[in-house]
């Protein structure tokens, strides 16, 4: 009847997380953040650089891959998009005599991580494996297991710079809300608009504090 | 001949699977799917498919037995809402997931007469052990806790042939809280067979 149950068990192996992911989407993430003192609402005007910048973290210096830019037209027209729907109004240049109210950026970054893991797995090593006669029968630590593995990750980051607040003597202007979208760069080129739209849609959608009233 | 080595144990321990039963014991296996309750709903809504129960059960005293139960309760629910935390909105397909071992100890006091069909209420109480989980995303948090709970339970055995019964429970878990986890709640139904002698 143990017998039964350990079989049971066994056929239940594997079932402690059902449903994870089956497509590279479902790993997309959307992170935002925002300053809670600002009033969106008096936002009227903005410039955003009709480009997307490929940008080097310092701390991916050795690891950073070429940034794909072939949705670059995507990823800004989709952004001024939302912007102008929640009743931004897009200036063409910046003017320093008549600044817009704030600046819009967007950058990609494409990153390889990897990861190693060492394990040691409690294998029970029944006998003597050892020559001539080394170890006795019993349950002990298994040769250690490498593994290892290597992926890479996309990520469009869109900053709102709120020029009305900008210190040029110190060269500094403060962000005022930012848009970090992440996904791993594995999957269908024909997927990727797809996956990209949904993350500029979540990242609007999750910010609604942008609009003005 | 390595792998025969690494499942010697098991095939070492199989014979207990043939252990006579033992007069006035119970051994039950059932499936047990679960209904989530509470906080624990909230972080994984699904009903839950995948469970199961195994227990025994030994005479103390007439109609009244003692045991221990153990089990393996999965719930989990897949999710876009939106998640706040430290100032930043997260959103993603997030895979929920609670995986519930509960290790418990129980009384149980039997009613109708031997050989006929036995209902039964039983308390239990012990321990959960409780695995949250919550992946989005490349990133996954989890935490595992010890859960001090009890369980009152329910059920009936109705005798299928010599020392089988056709078992159907019903369970009320209630784990406190613990480290960061609050209390969880939820309900347990088993259909299973009990091998027993003397009920």
């Keep these: 009847m143990l017998g039964l149950g350990f079989s049971a068990a066994l056929g239940a192996a594997g079932a402690c997380h059902p449903n994870e992911p089956t497509n590279v989407a479902e790993l997309d993430v959307v992170a935002t953040a925002h300053e809670d003192t600002v009033d969106y609402g008096a936002i009227a005007t903005y410039v955003m650089p009709d480009s997307v910048v490929a940008i080097v973290p310092p701390e991916s210096v050795l690891t950073t891959l070429p940034f794909d830019h072939s949705h670059d037209r995507q990823i800004l027209d989709q952004t001024a998009e939302h912007l102008a729907a929640l009743g931004y109004t897009r200036l063409d240049t910046y003017d320093a005599d008549n600044p817009p109210d704030v600046v819009v950026t967007i950058r990609g970054i494409a990153v390889r991580n990897t990861d190693i893991y060492v394990s040691y797995p409690w294998w029970g090593y029944w006998g003597w494996y050892g020559w001539p006669c080394c170890y006795g029968p019993g349950w002990g630590v298994g040769y250690p297991v490498v593994t290892a593995t290597q992926y890479d990750v996309g990520s469009i980051v869109i900053d709102m710079w709120d020029a009305r607040r900008a210190d040029n003597e110190a060269e500094r202007i403060p962000s005022i809300w930012v848009a970090a979208l992440r996904g791993l760069l594995e999957g269908s080129d024909a997927q990727a608009p797809a996956r990209i739209e949904q993350a500029i849609d979540r990242a609007f959608d999750q910010s609604p504090y942008l609009g003005h009233p | ?199």
Excluded: C
């Design chain 2, 1 to 199: 001949m390595r792998a025969i080595r690494r499942f010697l144990p098991f095939l070492l321990l199989m014979p207990l699977g043939a252990v006579p039963v033992q007069a006035q014991s119970w051994w039950a296996v059932t499936y047990a799917p679960s209904v989530p309750l509470s906080n624990t709903k909230t972080f994984a809504d699904n009903a839950s498919w995948r469970g199961i129960n195994v227990e025994y059960k030994k005479a103390i005293k007439e109609n009244v037995t003692a045991g221990l139960s153990f089990g393996w309760h999965v719930f989990d629910e897949q999710t876009d809402e939106v998640v706040s935390a430290f100032g930043v909105d997260i959103s993603g397909d997030q895979f929920r997931y609670v995986n519930s071992f509960p290790m418990l100890l129980n009384v149980s006091y039997f009613l109708g007469k031997t050989g006929g069909i036995r209902p039964f209420i039983g308390a239990d109480a012990g321990v959960y052990i409780m695995e949250h989980r919550l992946d989005v995303g490349l990133y996954t948090i989890h935490e595992t806790n010890a859960h001090i709970g009890f369980a009152p339970e329910a059920g009936f055995a109705i005798p299928v042939r010599p020392n089988m019964s056709l078992l159907v429970t019903g369970r009320y878990n209630y784990a406190l809280s613990a480290g960061n986890v609050d209390d969880q709640q939820y309900l347990n139904f088993g259909v299973g067979f009990a091998w027993n002698q003397g009920f």
